[in-house]
């Protein structure tokens, strides 16, 4: 009995011990905005094709299942989208993925006033959140970028 229990503790633990292994130096997928393409809308809210450049920067095939993001500006959350129509991410690669996305008209109107207030910021503020849902184990690795960019060139004045 106790040599049977001996060997269930050992095997246990090894399948632990490869559990953790398994993501072991796994980095989440980067994910940029590469084109962004203007649909037709429906109804009061505008359509747009956003083409992400996603990229493996891992050793190993990522199998995904599916993508979902958010962009937001100064805050608010203005695009959303979501695909399950990723192929696999082979090993040191990068991969254009379209996926079709919605502006909230709400969002648009709050981000408008804000930045036509007279102390509105030179910079907008962006945060990219994308969700990559993988085949198998860790299961979903989540990528935010976050970063400025100027709303009026280097030689434009602000006001």
Known sequence: MRYGLGILLAFVCVMVGACAHLGAGLESPKVRVDSL???ESRGLSQRFMVGLRVINPNDRALPVKGLSYTLALNGIDLLEG???KVPTLEPFSETLVEVEAS???VAALRLLNNLTRSDAAQNIAYALTAKVN????????TVKE???VPLFGADTPYR
Do not use: I, K
């Open 103 to 105: 502006t909230d008209l």
């Open 82 to 84: 979501v695909t399950g």
């Open 37 to 39: 393409q203007l649909l």
């Open 134 to 141: 993988v085949q198998g184990w860790p299961g979903r690795l």
């Open 146 to 148: 976050t970063g400025e």
